[in-house]
């Protein structure tokens, strides 16, 4: 029952609003100075970062301006080209090569281990 | 995420220049054109409604996309979101005030 | 359809969908875009891992990298660096014309011919004046392998001079030392593949995770996919390798020689040993007397965990329990970098790492090794190999060996008793007798360096710069540098993609770089520099590759160099230039012949080919007995065994006392390479770490009054820096960490640390120093991302 209400909203503000953003080139909504992603988004994208560091990209220091790059070449959402970089394999295999890798694997999260459910030790 | 399995209306000359648009955008996958070029069937994904619907909108803004349809949408994401109570839904472009600006333009 | 994913699949459905609501059938259409010409395939420009890449080219240019999924190194990962740093290649400040320094301090740009005579006559003047010794080369383990081979022979072939020294020299030094004295031959015996297949893995002197991101990613993805792998790090920093380990052996800086004898020791008095394997393939020894097991643990008797505790810090349960799963865990394999070489005992601290291997015989089979990693992509292929240091010839066999030295004479075509049997000078030696021409206590007045930066890589830089101030010094570089700033000439290098080559990894396996794109500017490849000084001193049969296409000169070196060295134990004969060309991931030597797939096992029957190679046996008057099936053939005493090595055991140079109370120990981190020349040039790098900084622990900190971002100076005997606190709990109270690739004069570590070398390899003791601190003020920004980018700056 509940699931039918949300469903409803949802189709409700499709059907019922409209914003105005002009889709444009990815910008970084802040100035970074001379700060490194981190020092900021480990405050303000807490899980994210929590997230990462948790990930195999966070295990062998793929860092955020890896992918994303920084203020002034800043990607939101990184492009298959990114991706190729490392996993030139998968993007070649790729059945949907028109589809941004990221969509998929989320790549702040992306574990190859979450079958051991496997969390960073803290080695005495 | 919302999925929604749509269709773009276009005139037949205009079919190519279309495909072109809408393949600049990373949301948008096209998937299918019809024999007479007039419809083309495409899957878009967003983050949200929100984002969908301003997409659609500026999608209409170009001369060659007649109009856009959406013939089925996939949102299982977003009500797992609104149902863990990490999503609220926004309610915004309800009230009077703002309805009015999006009539008017 | 296989791969497809969930969210793909929803994509598809949901357009089936809407396509059969308007009756029509969908089929997705692919359109791959081709975002450059053509891919070429190469290896990574950065540290000893050995990555294989594809350059993509585009124009004429450079424009994209990827991995080589088929590389047997990588699978196809980069690093950050291996990702974004080969961008430095069209960075502004690449230097792209030779210069000469004129009276008044300032470079004059000049055309090649007019820089190159001027070296040339400079070189013939000081030959004729002060001897064929006056004129050094230092080179680098970034070099490609023809590059180095064509200087070394430049060098001891030509002027019969052994003043050829490289940057191994400070990083790989004591790893040769370690295999050679313990196996016979340098470089290990198995490779990479063994750590899938290992059980316990010792990550000993190295952050893996910061230095080699992409064999931590073999290991992170290999202890991830089996929990039961054990991760033993030892170092004393908890740095971010620490992150998957299951034990930690925190250690004072340069007192772990005590932590492996004690492991040693655990391991044979509870009878974890492999007492067969000892007996049939060892020796264990002192160095000079020969003795048994018995003897061993009479040896180690003092070596109980407990005890090294009080010395080392390092908790005695884990040296135990360490000893435990390293005996016990059916494949160990042991890997380690800098840690253990930069120091003063390097090549001790190698053998007794190689002893746990041997006394548990952790060796040959799947999965066990005994690894050195190197730091440089090409230390061992185009340095080591090569025989680019001042004491051995290609093939990596020592200069002063008078059958070798004849067979280098006669495969060169020079007359008998050119090459100087005596080594030349080592690399701090040779910087500390570099000097003026008037100066007589510096009997070297001219060195030329390639692709290395030792003005501000060398240790306790205080008493090296003046001499390279006032010696002629030639800088071969691709960017201003520190050195640039004190060189009397600078000639512009072409980057690795500008010009290809062979690069050999620490797994033994040499991979070539084909030539992507023309350098920028005038730059020329190193090859082609010295094979034209060579021809200006008239040595021009000697050094025959100075065409003008690049490609070819490499090829004549190369197949040059794999004749010479064809019968030795280093055999890449099986591999010239049309096999490399082919191969996808490159060849580990021994590869005797263009059939033989190359060796992932040495010493073993049945995987080593030199157990066959005739030629190479009767050279080296090896007899490989028939029911060996292990054998280490060259064993300085033919009896094919590796030496287990009693060494006795002994701190570092300096230790701290009441002046000065703290250990420091420098690294690196994973953006930034070296000195900073080519990653401080990327800016999403060059953000990640815009400066040097000091780790401290909060306790230490608390204790000097230090806060965050504080500036505090450290102090040696030698030198001092000032930068900023970085308040970490990962290190040992008591121990200091400075990352080394700041630029800037104040940030410089190198001017603190230590030049004490190794008595056997020479390496300075670069992790290791004795330093006070002291906090000078509150926080200051000094993220400045500091280059040098003026070539007529001056070192200040």
């Known amino acids: 029952m509940a699931k039918k209400v949300m469903v409803f909203v949802i189709m409700m503000m499709l059907l019922a609003f409209a914003g105005a953003y002009a889709k444009g080139k990815s910008v970084h909504p802040e100035k970074m100075g001379s700060q490194d992603c981190m020092e900021c988004h480990a405050d303000v994208t807490p899980e994210i970062a929590q997230q990462w560091e948790h990930s195999a990209h966070g295990f062998v220091g793929v860092k955020c301006q890896v992918c994303h790059g920084d203020e002034k070449n800043f990607v939101k959402t990184p492009t298959n080209d990114t991706c190729q970089g490392c996993h030139a394999l998968q993007v070649d295999n790729n059945t949907s090569p028109a589809t941004s890798c990221a969509t998929c694997h989320k790549a702040h999260n992306f574990t190859i281990h979450k079958a051991h459910d496997y969390n960073p030790t803290d080695v005495k | 995420m919302i999925y929604s399995g749509s269709v773009v209306y276009v005139e037949p000359e205009n079919c190519g220049t279309a495909k072109e648009t809408l393949k600049k955008y990373e949301q948008i996958e096209v998937f299918a054109v019809s024999d007479d070029r007039k419809q083309i069937v495409i899957a878009i994904e967003t983050e949200g409604d929100r984002e969908l619907e301003d997409l659609c909108r500026e999608l209409k803004e170009y001369d060659e996309i007649l109009e856009i349809a959406h013939h089925i949408f996939h949102f299982e994401d977003e009500v797992e979101e609104i149902l863990q109570g990490r999503k609220v839904p926004s309610l915004d472009g309800f009230s009077k005030s703002s309805r009015k600006k999006d009539f008017n333009g | 359809m296989m791969n497809i994913t969930r969210r793909n699949f929803i994509k598809a459905s949901v357009a089936t969908a809407a396509a059969a609501s308007i009756g029509l059938s969908v089929t997705p259409e692919a359109e791959a875009v081709q975002a450059v010409d053509k891919w070429v395939k190469g290896a990574c420009r950065f540290c000893g891992t050995g990555c294989g890449v594809y350059v993509g080219v585009k124009g004429g240019k450079v424009v994209a990298i990827k991995g080589n999924p088929d590389a047997k190194t990588n699978f196809g990962f980069l690093c950050v660096k291996g990702f974004l740093a080969y961008k430095c290649m069209y960075h502004p400040d690449r230097l792209k014309a030779p210069m000469i320094r004129q009276k008044d301090g300032k470079f004059k740009t000049v055309s090649w011919d007019q820089a190159l005579d001027y070296v040339a006559d400079k070189f013939k003047y000081f030959h004729g004046k002060y001897g064929k010794d006056s004129v050094a080369y230092y080179g680098s383990g970034q070099c490609m392998t023809e590059e180095s081979y064509t200087f070394n022979k430049l060098f001891k072939g030509g002027f019969g001079s052994n003043m050829v020294e490289g940057n191994p020299r400070l990083c790989m030094a004591s790893a040769v030392g370690g295999y050679m004295s313990t196996f016979g031959s340098d470089e290990p015996v198995g490779s990479y593949a063994d750590i899938e297949k290992s059980k316990c893995l010792f990550l000993v002197g190295s952050n893996t995770s910061e230095c080699h991101p992409i064999i931590f990613r073999r290991i992170m993805r290999h202890k991830m996919q089996n929990p039961d792998v054990k991760i033993i790090v030892c170092e004393p920093r908890k740095t971010s390798t620490t992150k998957i380990a299951d034990l930690w052996l925190p250690v004072d800086p340069g007192t772990d020689l005590a932590v492996f004898h004690a492991m040693a020791k655990y391991i044979l008095d509870n009878n974890l040993h492999d007492e067969k394997f000892i007996l049939e393939n060892t020796r264990i020894t002192n160095g000079k007397d020969v003795t048994d097991i018995a003897g061993y643990k009479e040896f180690l008797k003092d070596f109980t965990p407990e005890k090294v505790e009080k010395l080392t810090r390092c908790p005695a349960e884990n040296i135990k329990k360490a000893a435990e799963w390293f005996a016990k865990s059916g494949a160990s394999m042991s890997l380690w970098t800098m840690g253990l070489n930069q120091r003063t005992r390097g090549v001790w601290a190698n053998n007794l790492i190689h002893n746990l291997h041997l006394i548990t015989g952790q060796l040959f089979k799947p999965g066990a090794d005994s690894f050195s990693l190197t730091g440089q992509p090409n230390a061992c292929g185009g340095v080591r190999e090569t025989g680019s240091l001042c004491h051995l010839l290609p093939g990596t066999k020592p200069v002063n060996n008078d059958a070798w030295r004849a067979h280098i004479e006669k495969e060169w075509g020079i007359p008998s008793g050119t090459i100087d049997p005596k080594p030349g000078f080592h690399t701090m030696l040779m910087f500390d007798k570099f000097g003026a021409e008037n100066d007589a206590s510096k009997p070297i ?352």
Not at chain 3, 643 to 662: K, Q, V
Not at chain 3, 701 to 720: F, L, N
């Open chain 3, 445 to 796: 007045k001219a060195v030329i360096t390639s692709t290395t930066n030792p003005a501000q890589s060398l240790p306790n830089l205080n008493k090296y710069i003046k001499g390279m101030q006032d010696g002629f010094l030639v800088a071969i570089d691709i960017f201003p540098t520190r050195t640039t700033q004190l060189a009397d000439v600078v000639l512009p290098a072409a980057f690795i993609y500008e010009k290809g080559g062979v690069y050999g990894c620490s797994e033994r396996r040499s991979q070539l770089t084909e030539k992507c794109v023309e350098p920028v500017g005038q730059a020329k490849a190193d090859i082609w520099i010295a094979a034209q000084i060579a021809k200006r001193m008239g040595l021009e049969k000697l050094i025959p590759w100075n065409t003008d296409d690049v490609m070819k000169n490499n090829e004549m070196a190369w197949t040059e160099y794999i004749r010479v060295t064809k019968d030795t134990d280093h055999t890449l004969f099986g591999a010239p230039y049309s096999r490399m060309k082919k191969e996808k991931a490159g060849i580990q030597w021994p590869c005797p012949s263009t059939d033989h797939p190359g060796t992932d096992k040495r010493y073993m029957k049945g995987m080593d080919p030199m157990f066959e190679h005739e030629a190479f046996k009767k050279k080296f008057g090896i007899n490989v007995p028939a029911d060996r099936e292990y054998y280490f053939y060259m064993d300085g005493k033919k009896e094919g065994k590796a030496n287990i090595f009693l060494r006795p055991y002994a701190g570092p140079a300096e230790s701290p006392d009441a002046d000065y109370p703290f250990y420091l120990t420098t690294g690196r981190v994973i953006e930034q390479w070296h000195t900073g020349t080519m990653t401080m040039r990327i800016p999403e790098i060059a953000r990640a770490h815009p400066n040097g900084y000091l780790e401290i622990h909060p306790d230490d900190a608390k204790k000097y009054g230090i806060k965050a971002g504080d500036m505090v100076e450290v102090a040696s005997k030698r030198g001092k820096s000032v930068l900023p606190a970085h308040i970490v709990n990962g290190t040992l109270p008591g121990v200091l960490f400075v990352p080394w690739h700041d630029q800037a004069m104040d940030r410089m570590i190198n001017f603190v640390c230590n030049d004490a070398v190794d008595e056997g390899s020479k390496e300075p003791e670069f992790k290791i120093a004795a330093v006070r601190i002291k906090k000078i003020s509150g926080p200051k920004n000094v993220a400045e991302k500091y280059i040098i980018s003026d070539i007529n700056s001056k070192y200040s």
